[in-house]
């Protein structure tokens, strides 16, 4: 990473050089920001972005609870939404939400005003990270409740974009490059506030008694993989369970250095303490080999690995 900072904008918000990103992620692993940006508001962010160099690339994050932060950490300028941006409101049936605020926040102030966002209850992200994964569980995504969002775009213009435009897909949209998401319009189904807290206490539980919630993870590691059936058929195809094909390979519990194939849920991977980036990623890769190599399945990543490895880290 280069030693020599990018000519930056003077801000109201936070600019820190060289600030480590462990801290800021669920897997508390990775190498430092280059240079992280909190800006104090949407005007914060729009003048630093009209004025920053179009070459420095940027990186928006939310909590991190889908990254792995590479050793070498991320060169340019990481983004963190803070205070300014997570306000949630919610008029005439639709609810606002600032893009740093958390899903879980979300969905329980939309279940007091009797809207059904209950699904986001049990994501530990934001709801930039949200829109940005097409986020979902229990069969509701991102994709099928969000009207809009506001962004600033990397030349530091406010623009308001339809969902359509977004093409939301599984775990992914497709944001402009650089655009850094700052709200979000849900629309949802109305319903009882009650049921709905009763619903999200149910899924709390459940997500508690499958998956080691409390564990350093950043969720499901891989894609289930779409496969087909003995009979090879183009229209014979079902859904396999990544965890399944994990264990059929014997991978469940599987170590390197730190990093861990959790044994409750073997496709959680885990930092069990003392884990590096590469520690997981590499833990990851041979996971996928084995179980190419055994039942010629490709898994794909889920998670996001993002930024550059120590090795590759050659400014330094
Ligand atoms: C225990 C556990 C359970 C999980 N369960 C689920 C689940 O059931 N369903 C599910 O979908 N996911 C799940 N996840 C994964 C993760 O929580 C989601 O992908 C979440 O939406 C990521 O949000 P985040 O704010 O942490 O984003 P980050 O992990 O910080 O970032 C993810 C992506 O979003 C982008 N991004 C973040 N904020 C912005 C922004 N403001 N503007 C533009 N881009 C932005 C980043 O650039 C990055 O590309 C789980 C994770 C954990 C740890």
């Given at each position: 990473m280069n030693k020599n900072l990018p000519d930056l904008p003077t801000v109201r918000g936070t600019l820190t050089a060289h600030r480590a990103l462990a801290d800021l992620t669920w897997m508390r692993v990775g190498g430092p920001a280059e240079v992280l940006f909190q800006p104090a508001d949407l005007d914060d962010l729009a003048a630093f972005l009209a004025a920053l160099d179009p070459a420095v690339p940027v990186f928006p994050m939310g909590v991190g609870s889908n990254l792995i932060v590479r050793d070498g950490g991320i060169p340019g300028v990481v983004i963190r939404?803070?205070?300014?941006?997570?306000?949630?409101?919610?008029?005439?049936?639709?609810?606002?939400?600032?893009?740093?605020?958390?899903?879980?926040?979300?969905?329980?102030?939309?279940?007091?005003?009797?809207?059904?966002?209950?699904?986001?209850?049990?994501?530990p992200g934001t709801v930039g990270g949200a829109v940005c994964m097409n986020a979902g569980c229990y069969g509701t995504y991102v994709a099928d409740v969000l009207q809009s969002v506001t962004v600033v775009l990397r030349d530091g213009t406010v623009a308001e974009l339809e969902r359509d435009s977004l093409n939301l897909a599984y775990r992914s949209s497709q944001l402009p490059d650089g655009a850094v998401i700052v709200a979000a319009r849900f629309v949802a189904p109305k319903a009882d506030p009650e049921a709905l807290k009763a619903r999200m206490e149910d899924q709390l539980c459940k997500r508690d008694e499958t998956q080691p919630t409390k564990d350093r993870t950043a969720g499901s590691t891989f894609r289930n993989p779409a496969g087909f059936s003995s009979t090879g058929r183009a229209d014979d195809v079902h859904d396999l369970k990544a965890w399944k094909v994990i264990d059929n390979t014997g991978m469940r519990g599987a170590t390197k250095g730190g990093a861990v194939m959790n044994t409750k849920h073997s496709n959680f991977l885990t930092n069990a303490g003392g884990a590096t980036a590469a520690d997981l990623e590499d833990l990851g890769e041979e996971v996928r080999k084995k179980v190419y190599d055994s039942q010629g399945i490709e898994l794909q990543w889920e998670i996001m690995r993002v930024g550059v490895r120590k090795d590759e880290d050659t400014a330094k």
């Open positions: 939404l803070g205070r300014g941006f997570n306000a949630i409101s919610v008029e005439e049936g639709s609810t606002v939400a600032g893009a740093a605020a958390l899903d879980a926040h979300v969905a329980r102030k939309a279940a007091d005003a009797g809207f059904d966002l209950t699904f986001l209850r049990t994501i």
